[in-house]
């Protein structure tokens, strides 16, 4: 079996409220075995990045933080089944964040609450195990 990886990259600032928030930065790679394009799999990648941040800004603002900047990057690994079929194996999710006054335990421990909340991790993916890193910068 070989391993596909996508990924994509936001930068969020501002303000969780709508109409505020911006992602100011994208970037889209794309890491595998051969030339195969897949699809679905790079929109969803990109949606899981932007998505989380934006739930994340709102989660730290809510509990009195208010975020400068958030960068967080979405892996996600597609395994071949077989000749032709494909399936997702593993979304990860790297975050970093400037946050005046927030603690690096607070930091990640918002950031694994939001996860265990945010509309990609647990309604999109459901079945796929989502892993997540989170550092205060």
């Not at 400037?98 to 939001?114: C, I, K, N, W």
Request: net charge neutral; charged share 25%; glycine share 6%.
């Amino acid at each position: 079996m070989s391993e596909i990886k996508r990924v994509a990259e936001t930068v969020w600032t501002g303000d969780a409220r709508p109409g505020s928030a911006r992602i100011t930065r994208y970037s889209f790679a794309t890491h595998f075995n051969d030339a195969r394009a897949t699809g679905i799999e790079e929109s969803l990648v990109v949606t899981h990045a932007a998505q989380y941040s934006l739930a994340f800004a709102d989660a730290l603002i809510r509990n009195g933080y208010q975020p400068e900047r958030l960068e967080t990057r979405a892996i996600c690994s597609i395994t071949q089944l077989d000749g032709r079929a494909i399936a997702i194996s593993k979304m990860r999710l790297e975050t970093r964040g400037r946050v005046p006054g927030m603690e690096q335990s607070a930091f990640a421990q918002t950031a694994v609450e939001t996860e265990r909340r945010c509309r990609n991790s647990n309604g999109l993916l459901k079945g796929p195990e989502v892993e997540l890193d989170a550092v205060l910068m």
